[in-house]
């Protein structure tokens, strides 16, 4: 996590049990310090947004509203790796919803 992040998702973090590693966005690159604990730590680094698997999960959110709410004339996705974005017109285009 940046060292800069916001403590409330410090703290939000660490309520799920998770361990932090704070780097400084300044001089260390995010993936690279990822791969290398993965690879120290002998696991899989699973990328946050361009990976199929994580796109089809985020697809589920646009899925899952159209259930709650029903027909929608157009839904506005926010946009930061990419991911959300992708996975909800993924899931949307069989219904040719517009989406932006």
Same mark, same amino acid.
């Given at each position: 996590?940046?060292?800069?992040?916001?403590?409330?998702?410090?703290?939000?973090?660490?309520?799920?049990?998770?361990?932090?590693?704070?780097? /400084?966005?300044?001089?260390?690159?995010?993936?690279? +310090?990822?791969?290398?604990?993965?690879?120290?730590?002998?696991?899989?680094?699973?990328?946050?947004? /361009?990976?199929? /698997?994580?796109?089809?999960?985020?697809?589920?959110?646009?899925?899952? +509203?159209?259930?709650?709410?029903?027909?929608? /004339? +157009?839904?506005?996705?926010?946009?930061?790796?990419?991911?959300?974005?992708?996975?909800?017109?993924?899931? +949307?285009?069989?219904?040719?919803?517009?989406?932006?």
């Amino acid at each position: 996590m940046p060292q800069d992040a916001p403590f409330v998702k410090q703290e939000a973090t660490r309520s799920y049990g998770a361990e932090i590693i704070f780097y /400084d966005r300044a001089v260390t690159l995010r993936e690279q +310090l990822c791969q290398q604990i993965a690879q120290e730590r002998n696991a899989v680094m699973i990328p946050p947004f /361009d990976y199929p /698997d994580v796109i089809a999960g985020q697809g589920t959110a646009a899925k899952e +509203l159209l259930e709650e709410v029903g027909t929608l /004339d +157009l839904l506005l996705v926010c946009c930061g790796g990419g991911g959300l974005l992708s996975g909800c017109a993924i899931a +949307l285009t069989p219904l040719r919803l517009p989406v932006g």
